[in-house]
């Protein structure tokens, strides 16, 4: 069986917001329900894999990739990976404080299996109208992505 796939990054470049100040660790601890909130999904569609936390020094080290999907058809849907990378360690000042990049990386991915030969016949004309809807997905995707960054900004506090 044949197969069409779409799969578009939705920006030119990821975005990278990095961060210095109190507290970075609390951005890993918030994610996942920033993540439910702004993309409207349940659990069953973020996963977290690599989950690092070296604490054998007084600065502990973080790092954490994430994955997010929503569905937009039954065969598209927005597919965004963040990844976090910090450090933190104890604060005369403040409780804690260190650093924290995140890269936000967002995709719109699209997947049909062509059961028959008819079906990869009429493949070109499927892909031809599925890449004008793509515009759209990347609109929608980009809109979506503008919250979250604006969103862990504001999390941060740095000023938008």
């Known amino acids: 069986m044949a197969k069409i796939v779409i799969d578009e990054p939705c920006l030119t470049l990821p975005i990278v917001i990095n961060y210095v100040g109190p507290k970075p660790e609390n951005v890993y601890f918030e994610m996942r329900n920033l993540l439910k ?4 999904v349940e659990d069953k569609h973020i996963e977290e894999r690599e989950l690092r936390w070296d604490r054998s020094s007084a600065e ?12 937009l058809t039954e065969v598209t849907y927005i597919f965004v990976e963040i990844k976090i990378d910090g450090s933190t360690k104890p604060s005369k000042e403040f409780e804690r404080e260190g650093r924290v990049s995140i890269l936000i990386d967002p995709r ?8 028959s030969l008819m079906a990869g016949l009429f493949g070109f004309i499927y892909r031809r109208q599925l890449e004008a ?5 990347k609109d929608e995707c980009r809109e979506i992505i ?6 862990l900004k504001n999390f941060l506090g740095i000023r938008v």
């Open 146 to 151: 503008k919250l979250l960054e604006s969103d």
């Open 133 to 137: 809807e793509v515009q759209k997905y």
């Open 108 to 115: 719109i991915k699209n997947s049909v299996v062509q059961s």
């Open 37 to 40: 909130r702004i993309f409207g």
């Open 60 to 71: 502990e080290k973080f790092s954490s990739t994430f994955f997010v999907s929503k569905p």
